[in-house]
Structures are given as structure tokens and as C-alpha cells.
């Protein structure tokens, strides 16, 4: 295993307020203006969070923070790992049942949530009673109460002056549960901080310059990258908030990064389309403009497969839409975005990180790999070959100069009764460039391929295909005829509506096993 020197969340904190001070860190809109906090501030403010939470118990505690992407939620997750604890995020649509077993799972002592969570929270506190502090962090008062009663000059500085082992936990991420049960991934300080220290091989986010954050930050991909990377380098983090205001935002506050979705940019892409359908003698320049503002020069995407049609269409735009690839057993990144990635790949891995190929899977060497999963010793096993190296499950290759080539998942092979091994992704990827599709998904279906389709409705609208269904599968004919015969599709089946996705933007996909 590598050995890197890898800070904690104090040190990062304390580099950033010296080194850009009253600069803006965090921007984010508040009653229709643009409202920013300083780096000097949000040290502040994460001490002060850091005392009020040690003033209750020095003994180290399981807390959970829910809530959508606000300042307040960012400084209250920074507080919890600042202050020893350990951080369990919860997604902010979840139910008030499923809130329950997760904190009863992980062990949970404290509950703090934003104002998205106020209908069901009452519901939470009756289930579990012993939760506390239980304090909606959005209540106007309670971080002016906590910033002031628990500042540097308070009889309670000292609580923030301590010690920790960066190795023991500091964070238990619940994983989606797409395909199986939810399992909680616990983080050590080295492991969410040490998958930040990797070098930057491409060089856009720097200093001075601002990123909008768009992906929901309980999973560890954007809260990594968007905050804890971006308050390392001196980056602007903008808060996008609600998904419908998007491309508003965007154009607010003009930014020169995004880390979004494969889907996200597919949808911005048809923005662009319908802008400049709607305005035919709009230069290519200026429509873009109206869509993604002046600055964007960049888009990183993860979780599922880009098209090369798409990328391409971007690339003539002046936007760079890029890969990455990571899991959060592995601490998050194990590949990152690089201007030599050859097409296909999904980027090269990072210095921090060692990959190997066994099996046809990618397994992976690196000090941010998780400390296992919480109380589940047998699950946390089965992720491990026996001289350490995290199993990722997915099947790929990676090439002498370390880029990475993803062709699908082991699980979600589907085993037909031949016993032929099919992977759907390498299936669905045949369709990325065919725009009339915006979304597919194959599955096994009495012991055949069915894919479920969701048309891109105003694509087709505006190049006139009025007969979406034949057009679609005329295409999936066209791919049958050269494909094997294990990998026909002989059943289509198309939706109105998008395909169901998890909170990261995958689709959801069960395990399929060919009856």
C-alpha cells in the first residue's frame, strides 16, 4: 500500500482561513440573493459546531445529519467529523421508518436535520426517543446561539482543542441498497481526506475559480470533492439547492466546474438543443451561453456509462464533459478525469491508489479503503481477497499508463439457462449514442433480453419522429442483426415516464437471473 501524508479535516481548515481568509468560500441563494461565507467564517462556524457537540459528551458518538445541500448542513457535517464523532448522513427524502432502522443500525446517539425533514420528525423522535440532541439546525436561531455561546473567546474554546486517531472511524456512509441490503461503509479520517490528496492531472479547478455543486452530498462523492477538496485548494463552492432551479443557478453564478450525472447532462444537452431550435440564427456560441453561462468550461461525471456522441457534442460547444470512477469502499475516487484519457476510459487512477485486474475484475490498494462495514463482519469479508485488496465487482482493464476501462458489474450479470454470462451495461452501451433514447435498461426476462425503454420525447419532437416505438426498435433490430445470439433483445418495452433512479442517478437495477 502506497504512503501518503494525508491531513486531517483541523489542518485543512486552519491552512484555509491563514491562506484565503475573508475570501468567498461558500456561495448559495437566500431569499432570491446571492448570500456567500468566507473561509474565515466557516472555521468559525465548524468550531463553534464542533464545542456545542463535545459540551454534551467528550466520549466519542454515533450522529446523524439529514438535510438538503445548505450552508448549515455543510458546517454541521464538518462539525460532527471536526468534533470526533462520528458522521452518519441520511438521504433527505427518506422516511421516517427507514430514518429509524438506519440509526438504530448504525447506533446513532444524536439526530440533527434541516427544515425538509419537519414532517417527519416527529414521527422519528416517538420511534426513537433516546436521540439527543434532536435540533432542527435550520430553526433561524440555532447557529447564531451556537456560534456565539461556543466561540474561541467562550468559556468553552478548549472543547475544540483535542487529539484523534485519524485511523478509527469518522464517517459511516450508508451505500444505496440498489440490489440488495443497505450497508453502512465506515471512513476513517485518513480515508475521507487521503481520497482528496491525489494530483490534479487536469488542472481546471484552481485557486480563485468556483464549481457548482449539484449531487446530493450525504453520498461521499460530492462532500469529498465539492467541500473538503474545494476548502483545501481555494475554490468557491456554489450551492445549487433545489434540482429545478439548475440551470438558473448556473447562470447565476457563472461556474467554471460541475460534478453531475451522466443523465443531468444529458438533460442540459437538450436545453441546449431546444434553444437553439427555437432561435435558428442564435450562434452555436450564444445559445450555449444562454444554457450554461460564460464560464462553465468543464463537467466531470461518474455512476454510469458517457456517451461518445455526447462528449463530442459538448467537446463542440467548448465544455470539456469528462469521466471519473470511484466506489465508496475505496474512500470514493479510484479513477479522475485526465486530458489523455484515451476514449472509453474513466480516467487514470489516482497516485494514491493501486488497481489490478483478477479475475477480469478491478480490485484496488489504497489508504483510503473503508474500515469494512458496520457490524457486518461477514459482508465486510467477502470484499477482500485474501492478501487485502478491495474487490470492486466491477469487470475492466486498466492499461500500462494507468487508465481505467469499465465493461460492467459481476452482479449484474445476467445468467441465462445456456449458461451464457451477459452483461447488460455492455449492451446499453450500444444505444448511448442513438439520441431518440434517452434511457435503457436491460434485464432478463423468462429466460430472454427485454429492454426497457424511456424515448427522449423532445428530441424526437423537434427532428419529427412521430413514430417513437417503431424508430426504437428498428434501431434495436439493427443491433441484434451483428450481436451474439445470447445478447439479442427479443422484448421492448416503452415507458412514458423515466426509468426509477436512485439518489445518485443510477438506474435502479435487480440482480438478473434468467428463470
Known amino acids: 500500500m502506497k504512503d501518503f501524508y494525508i491531513p486531517d479535516l483541523r489542518e485543512i481548515l486552519d491552512n484555509s482561513a491563514a491562506k484565503y481568509g475573508s475570501k468567498a468560500f461558500i456561495k448559495y441563494v437566500q431569499d432570491d ?145 440498489t440490489t440488495g441490503q443497505k450497508k453502512g461503509v465506515m471512513l476513517s479520517s485518513d480515508s475521507l481526506i487521503g481520497n482528496i490528496m491525489y494530483t490534479d492531472r487536469w488542472e481546471v479547478l484552481t485557486e480563485g475559480r468556483s464549481t457548482l455543486s449539484v449531487l446530493p452530498m450525504h453520498h461521499l462523492y460530492c462532500f469529498s470533492g465539492d467541500v473538503i477538496r474545494n476548502l483545501k485548494d481555494g475554490v468557491t463552492l456554489c450551492l445549487n439547492g433545489d434540482m429545478r432551479d439548475l440551470q438558473k443557478n448556473i447562470i447565476r453564478f457563472q461556474p467554471y466546474v460541475m460534478r453531475i450525472v451522466p443523465l443531468i447532462a444529458q438533460s442540459l444537452l437538450q436545453r441546449y438543443r431546444v434553444v437553439r431550435s427555437k432561435n435558428p440564427g442564435l450562434s452555436g456560441a450564444k445559445a450555449a451561453e444562454q444554457v450554461f453561462g460564460r464560464n462553465l468550461k468543464q463537467i466531470i461525471s461518474g455512476a454510469a456509462y458517457l456517451s461518445s456522441e455526447m462528449v463530442a457534442e459538448y467537446d463542440k460547444i467548448g465544455i470539456k464533459l469528462i469521466q471519473g470512477y470511484g466506489m465508496t469502499e475505496a474512500g470514493c475516487r479510484i479513477a479522475v478525469p485526465d486530458a489523455k484519457a484515451p476514449e472509453g476510459s474513466v480516467g487514470r487512477v489516482i497516485d494514491i491508489c493501486d488497481v489490478r485486474i483478477s479475475g477480469n475484475e478491478i480490485q484496488v490498494n489504497t489508504p483510503s479503503v473503508m474500515l469494512g462495514y458496520y457490524k457486518q463482519p461477514e459482508l465486510t469479508a467477502k470484499m477482500f481477497t485474501r492478501d487485502g485488496w478491495l474487490k470492486t465487482g466491477d469487470i475492466g482493464n486498466v492499461t500500462e499508463d494507468g487508465f481505467l476501462f469499465i465493461k460492467g458489474r459481476i452482479k449484474n450479470l445476467i445468467i441465462l439457462s445456456g449458461g451464457e454470462n451477459v452483461s447488460p451495461e455492455a449492451i446499453e452501451k450500444k444505444f448511448v449514442d442513438f439520441a431518440p433514447i434517452s434511457e435503457i435498461l436491460v434485464r432478463a426476462e423468462n429466460d430472454r433480453l427485454v429492454a426497457d425503454v424511456y424515448p427522449d420525447y423532445g428530441y424526437c419532437k423537434i427532428h419529427g419522429i412521430s413514430d417513437v416505438e417503431k424508430t426504437i426498435r428498428d434501431r434495436i433490430n439493427e443491433v441484434n442483426i451483428t450481436a451474439k445470439p445470447s445478447h439479442i433483445i427479443s422484448g421492448v418495452k416503452i415507458f412514458e415516464t423515466p426509468l426509477p433512479k436512485t439518489p445518485t442517478g443510477k438506474l435502479k437495477r435487480n440482480r438478473s437471473i434468467a428463470n
Do not use: W
Open 33 to 177: 440573493r446571492i448570500q456567500s461565507k468566507s473561509y474565515r467564517e466557516v472555521r468559525r462556524d465548524t468550531l463553534a459546531i464542533c464545542r456545542y457537540l463535545r459540551k454534551f459528551s467528550t466520549k466519542k458518538q454515533h450522529i446523524a445529519v439529514l438535510g438538503k445541500t445548505t450552508y448549515e448542513y455543510i458546517v454541521f457535517m464538518l462539525g460532527v467529523i471536526l468534533s470526533g464523532n462520528v458522521l452518519v448522513p441520511l438521504a433527505p427524502e427518506i422516511s421516517a421508518e427507514e430514518a429509524a432502522k438506519l440509526i438504530k443500525a448504525a447506533d446513532v446517539n444524536a439526530f440533527l436535520y434541516g427544515d425538509v425533514f419537519n414532517d417527519r420528525a416527529a414521527e422519528l423522535k416517538k420511534e426513537c426517543p433516546n436521540l439527543f440532541p434532536f435540533i432542527n439546525y435550520d430553526d433561524d436561531v440555532i447557529l447564531d446561539l451556537i456560534t456565539g455561546k461556543f466561540s474561541d473567546k467562550s468559556e468553552f474554546a478548549g472543547l475544540s482543542e483535542f487529539e484523534f486517531d485519524k485511523k478509527d472511524c469518522c464517517a459511516i456512509i450508508y451505500t444505496s441498497g
